[in-house]
C-alpha cells in the first residue's frame, strides 16, 4: 500500500520504559511506524516486541540498520531480528509423496497470498518432480533410509546453503530430521528455521495412523496442527491449528480427507504468520501478533 | 407440533432388508413415521436404527408397545430400547464446587430447552445448595473419600433409585466413580447411563490441571468433550466436542474461563442429543442421529 | 469398499408407510441397504428419502432398474431420480479470470476427492487455458457482452449437449445464465443442475465489491455460499456455507484472500455432498443427508 | 496478578512519533507498561492506540492522571479515554421478556467473568423482576407505548442518572431506543455507551421474525452480532459476532435455541472486550484489540 516496511523483533528482559525507548529510537530516526506490538510475559520477566515501520523517509540506510538494530538489541540485554518486507524469503519445501500440501504452498506462493519464493524442493521419492518443476523449483531426489541417514541430511545441507535458503517447510516430508540437521540449520541464535505440518490435532494422537486411530476412538472433531521442529518431536513451539466436525457417517478415508483439508489451512496459515515475521517464539512457545 | 412420538432404536447384526421390516411393522400398525435413520458399520457387520413415529393413531395401546418392539429385537437377534417423547426422563446431577455446568443444565431444562426433569442434586460439597434448590430439586451432601467411598456409593445408589432416575450427569463431579456404582446403575444390558464432562479435549491432556498443561504447551484451540462413563475412565463413547481459539495474551485464568464456556456448550449438545434418544453406542464409539 | 452401489432419491406427498413400502421394494429385489435417511417437511406435506444399496447381488438387472423406480415413484405420486455410484458425472466448470477455484476442483478431482469428471471448461475470458488444459480438460474461450449474450449462450448449450455434460459448476464465473439457458439446462422435472459459489455470506452484501462493503461495516466474520442457480439471482437453494473471522487490523485485500479460502470450502464442499447425492431440493431449500 | 492497572485510548491524526510520544510520556512517569496496541487505518490518516500500565509505582498521583492523560491527548489534537482497571463500571441491563442474556451476564458477573457491577435493570414488562433481585439489582418496571415513550425515556435517564450508570446493555429489549435518549446518554463526546445484542448475523436479516425468514430462506448457518448503538439501526459499530451450523432437520424453535446460545456468547464476548477497555470506535468500526 505504501511501499516496503522495516520489521524488527526483540526479546528481553521486562523492565519499564522499554516500548518508549524503541519507538523512540524509530522516531529519533525519522521512522512512521505502522504496526507496533507487545507481548510482556509476567512470569518469565520477559518482553517480546514487534515494530513494523516505514522504509521510505526513515533516516538510516539500509545497509545500516541492521547493525544498528543489533547494537540496541544488545543495549537492552536481549536479541533482535531484522526483516525487510520486500525482501522475499527463499524457502525449500520438503515432501514424500502427497502433494497435497506442496500444491497448495506452490499455488499459493504463485497467486502472491505467500510473500516467498521456493526455488527447491527436495524429496525422499520422486513422485512430485513434475509438480516442483512445474512452478518453476527445482526438484531433487534423495532416496534416505537408515544407513544413509547422516549422508543425506549432509547433501540436504549442502543444497539449502547453495540455495541460499532461510527457512524449510516439512509439507508432508515423513522422514525425521536429527538433532545435528536442525543445530546446524537453525544456527546458534537458536532461531526457528523449520515449520512442519503435524497430522493431527497435538498433543492427541501423536504417532503413526491418527486418523485410524482417531476414528477408532470415535471422535467428533478432528485436526491438524503447524509448528516449529525442534528436538522434541511433535513437541516443538505450535504456530497454528485448525479443526473440523466429522461424524459416525465418516469412513477413515474421510477423516484422511478432511485431515488433508485442515493440514492445508494451519500449514498455510502458519506460513503466512511466519513470513510476514507475526510468530515470536520463547520458552517453547510463540506469541502471534495476529 | 403434531403430538408426542414413540422412538425405537434398535442395534442387530446386519442383513439384507432390516430396513423393510422394521418400518413394515411401524406400517402394519398404522405407524406414521417422522424420522427414520439407518447406520451400517460395515466393519462390524453391525446395524444401527432409530425410527420415531406418531403415536396418535398407532394401531397397538401404549403399553404394549415395549413388549411388541423386545420381540422383535429378539427376532432380529439385536438389543431394542423403546421411548415415548411425553415421559420426561428424571436426571440425577452430581456436582461439587464448580456451578457453571450445574446452573447451564437447570436454565435449560426450567427455558424447555432440555427435555427433562431434575428432582436430584448430589454433590460432595455444600456449595451449590442454594442453586439447586432454587431451581427445586433435592439437594443431598455427601461428603466422600477414599475410606467411605464404597458406603458413599451405596447411599448414592439409594437415592437414585427412590427417586428413579434414569440418568446421571456428571457437572464437573470431580470424583471417579468405581467400577462397581456403574456396573450397578447402568444395569445388564450394558446401556449407558452416565454422561460426563471432560475438562479438556480429549484424548488430549488427560488428567490434573489441563489448562495449566494446555497454556504451557502453547496450544491455539482448547476444548472439551461430553462422553458416556465407562471403566476406562475419560475412555467412554463420546457424545460431543467443542473448541473454542485462544492466544498468546491469554493467561491460564482466561483459558478457564473459556473451558467453562466450551464445557457448557459440549455437555448441553449431548445432553440434548441423548434425551431426544439420537445417541446410539456400539463399539465404544457413539452414532449420533443429528 | 465393497463395490458400487445404486442411489435413488425421492420426492412424493407424505402418508403412513412410505418408508416401509420403499426399503420393502429394495428388499424384495434382494437389495442390501447401505445408507437409509428420511425426512418428512410437516408442515408441506412432503416426504424426502434417499436410499442407497449395493448394486451386487441385487436382482434387476441395472437397465432395469431406472424404469422399476421410475414406476415406483409415479405410484406415489412423487419425483424420484436413479444414480449408479459407479457412474461418473460428467461437469463442466465455467470460468472468467480468476483461479483458485477452478484449482481446487481441479486438484481434488485427480486426487479422488470428488467423484467426477471434468472434460470441459469455458470462459469468457482466455486466462485460465493453461490450467485447464493441464489436468486434460478442453477449454473453450466464449467472449460475452450483453449483445452477443443469447448466441453465445446457445453455443455453451451446444457444447454442454455435445460433452453429454451432467452438472455445471460455475467457478467464479462473473457472469449471470439467463432465464432461458436454466430452463434449457435444467429440464422440465425442475432438476437442479447448475452450482454456484457467492462471493459472500448470503443473503448478506449481494451484489458488487462485497468484500469492501463488508469491511466499511466493519464485520467480524465473512463467509461464502454455494447454492443452485435459480432464476431467482443469488436466491437459490443453499448446499453449503463457511465463514471465517476477520479483524480490524486485515485490509480489503485480506478479506478478498479470507475470502477466497472460504469459497473454496464452501464449493468443495457442496459439490462432494451433491456428487454423493446426498442433497435434495425442495421449497427452494435443500435437504442435506450427510 | 500484580495490581491494578491505568489504560488509556487515544485516536488521533496519524504522524510520525506518536508511539514514540506516548510510551514516552509513560515511562518519563516512571510506567510499567503491560500491554500497548496501535493500529493505523492508512486510508484515514487515523491513529489509534491502547497503553495499559501497572498504577502501582507510577508517578503521578491517581487523581492527576486524567487532567495530564487529556492535555496529552489535545496537544495531539485528538480524544482520549483513561479507566483503571479497579474501577468497576456500573452498568443498567435493558431486557423485555426474554431472561437467556440477563441470566448468562448477571452469573458471569456473580462468577467474576465480566468485571462489572450491575445495581440496575429495567424492563417494559415485569417478567424478569425475581431473576434481577435474586442477583441483588434493583428492578425498574417501566412499560412503554408510543404516547409514553418520550416520558418513560426521561425517566429511564433519571434513573441512569441516580444510578451513576455508566453503559447500557440491550439484553434482548425489543424496543428502539430514540435519538434523543442516545445523544442524551452518550453525551458530547460521541462515545459509544450502549451495547446491544441483534437477533441475527448482521447485516442478514434485519428486522423482524429472523429466524422464521432464516428458516424459509434455508440457511445452513445462523448467527447473532453484538454491537454499539447507533441513530442508524441496527448498522451501529460491530463489537463481536458468532455463528452456528443448522440443518434441515432444525425446525424453527430449533433455529430459536440456537440463536439464544450465540447471542449469549457474541453479547458476553462483546461486553467483556468492552469492560477490558479493549474496543475503540472509528468510522463507524471497532478496532479491537484482544
Chains 1, 2, 3, 4 share one sequence.
Not at 220 to 241: C, F, M, N, R, W
Amino acid at each position: 500500500m505504501s511501499g516496503p516496511t522495516v520489521i524488527f523483533q526483540l526479546i528481553c528482559p521486562d523492565r519499564p520504559g522499554l516500548v518508549s525507548e524503541l519507538s523512540g529510537w524509530v522516531a529519533a530516526n525519522g521512522g512512521n511506524i505502522r504496526h507496533a506490538d507487545h507481548h510482556t510475559d509476567v512470569g518469565a520477566g520477559l518482553f517480546l516486541s514487534r515494530i513494523e515501520w516505514q522504509l521510505q523517509g526513515f533516516g538510516l540506510p539500509r545497509q545500516a540498520i541492521v547493525p544498528a538494530t543489533t547494537a540496541l538489541a544488545q543495549r537492552l540485554e536481549g536479541v533482535g531480528q531484522l526483516h525487510f518486507s520486500d525482501a522475499l524469503p527463499r524457502v525449500a519445501i520438503f515432501v514424500s509423496r502427497q502433494d497435497h500440501c506442496l500444491l497448495d504452498l506452490l499455488w499459493r506462493t504463485q497467486a502472491g497470498e505467500l510473500a516467498m519464493e521456493v526455488p527447491l524442493v527436495i524429496s525422499n521419492h520422486p513422485d512430485l518432480q513434475s509438480v516442483a518443476e512445474g512452478f518453476g523449483a527445482r526438484f531433487v531426489h534423495l532416496p534416505i533410509n537408515a544407513a544413509t541417514k547422516a549422508e543425506v541430511e549432509d547433501r540436504q545441507l549442502d543444497l539449502l546453503t547453495e540455495a541460499r535458503i532461510e527457512l524449510v517447510v516439512l509439507a508432508k516430508y515423513m522422514q525425521v530430521l536429527s538433532p545435528s540437521f536442525l543445530e546446524r540449520f537453525d544456527g546458534p541464535g537458536g532461531f526457528q528455521r523449520v515449520i512442519n505440518i503435524h497430522h493431527s490435532f497435538l498433543p492427541a494422537f501423536k504417532g503413526a495412523q491418527p486418523y485410524h486411530r482417531a476414528w477408532d476412538r470415535g471422535v467428533k472433531l478432528i485436526g491438524a496442527t503447524a509448528h516449529y521442529v525442534s528436538e522434541d518431536l511433535d513437541g516443538g513451539p505450535i504456530i497454528a491449528q485448525a479443526t473440523v466436525g466429522v461424524s459416525h457417517r465418516d469412513e477413515v478415508e474421510d477423516l484422511i480427507r478432511k485431515g488433508r483439508d485442515t493440514e492445508r489451512l494451519a500449514l498455510s496459515r502458519a506460513l503466512r504468520l511466519h513470513l510476514r515475521r507475526q510468530v515470536m517464539v520463547y520458552r517453547g512457545r510463540t506469541a502471534v501478533f495476529d
